[in-house]
């Protein structure tokens, strides 16, 4: 079978490798493409031992029953005492598909023993197609961050960043009861992409606290989600919020740059709240699907190129250009 294997920063190649073993193997009919695979693919990561098969945004049919599954990125160990007390996705003892296990950059996969004990492996909704399904698990992560920004009925609602992150946030946070969302990002045409799909109440591309602040008539907004890798978009953040606002750090930042400044006053007078959020738990990746296959996320529209495993290179090249919204790819 074919693979794209990872080999060092700049370097993955498609090889042939033998068919994998396991007590649960798919073969792979999606995987998408995601910025942490540009990512690796530039600088490597500090958990990925090469050689390693690449994608973690995985849906594919079981071999041997045909039944059709979607399998979660992040692995909890389900037995430490955050797994215990249901913080799965702050295991300490976290491990991830295309990481610490081959990914879904291939025709087949073995399913590791510790995803199904987890409850990992969930069977895609009938009417939900495999692209569709491989996209749950970065809505998943969506999920767990609007569950912890508390993201609901009436809130006005920022999301910063038009990527395909950005784009499942509008929605997500429509579905959630959301009075107005709106859309901020600097790069203008991936802007315009995405805002021609998930329609936000507004647009904003330049000065975005003043801009912001203009459209609430500077009340701010209720939430505040960063869907970015940006200090900026982050400190922008903390001004945008309104009293009692809920601010979510959802994009990590990176390693060798990841202070801001926060004017603390802000956060105590007008009672923000700051929360990360960290992947997702299994729970959330069969919730993403179930918002999925009720139209309640649409996901179809955002999958605007589908390439073959042979040009996966270009795929990771256009989400690295910020030129699609969703990359699958389709061994």
Do not use: W
């Not at 039944?67 to 692995?75: L, N, P, S, Y």
């Not at 309640?296 to 030129?323: M, N, W, Y």
């Amino acid at each position: 079978m074919k693979v794209a294997r990872f080999h060092a920063p700049g370097d993955i190649r498609l090889e042939e490798a033998p068919r994998p073993q396991g007590d649960l193997v798919i073969r792979v009919r999606n995987c998408s493409t995601c910025g942490t695979d540009a990512k690796i693919l530039r600088h490597g990561h500090h958990r990925l031992r090469p050689p390693r098969v690449l994608g973690h945004e995985i849906a594919g049919e079981v071999v041997g029953t045909g039944e059709r599954v979607q399998v979660i990125a992040a692995i909890p160990c389900g037995t430490c005492p955050d797994c215990r007390r249901g913080r799965l996705t702050v295991c300490p003892n976290q491990e991830s598909m295309g990481y610490d296990y081959d990914g879904g950059f291939a025709e087949y996969m073995a399913i590791p023993d510790k995803v199904v004990a987890v409850g990992g492996v969930n069977r895609i909704p009938d009417g939900v197609s495999y692209a569709e399904a491989s996209v749950a698990e970065p809505l998943a992560c969506v999920l767990n961050g609007q569950e912890l920004a508390r993201v609901g009925e009436g809130d006005d609602v920022v999301i910063m960043g038009a990527g395909p992150i950005g784009c499942l946030h509008v929605r997500l946070a429509r579905a959630r009861g959301a009075n107005r969302v709106f859309l901020v990002d600097v790069n203008q045409e991936r802007l315009a992409m995405a805002a021609d799909l998930v329609q936000p109440d507004a647009v904003i591309d330049d000065s975005a606290v003043e801009q912001l602040l203009k459209l609430t008539g500077s009340r701010g907004a209720d939430v505040v989600i960063t869907a970015a890798a940006s200090g900026q978009a982050q400190e922008q953040a903390i001004r945008m919020a309104a009293r009692q606002g809920r601010i979510s750090f959802f994009g990590g930042l990176p390693k060798d740059d990841p202070i801001i400044a926060c004017d603390s006053n802000l956060v105590h007078y007008r009672e923000l709240t700051i929360v990360g959020a960290n992947g997702s738990s299994p729970a959330h990746n069969a919730q993403a699907l179930e918002l999925i296959a009720s139209g309640q996320v649409p996901v179809a529209d955002l999958i605007t190129h589908r390439l073959p495993l042979e040009r996966v290179l270009d795929g990771i090249d256009l989400v690295s250009r910020g030129e699609a919204i969703k990359v699958t790819i389709e061994p």
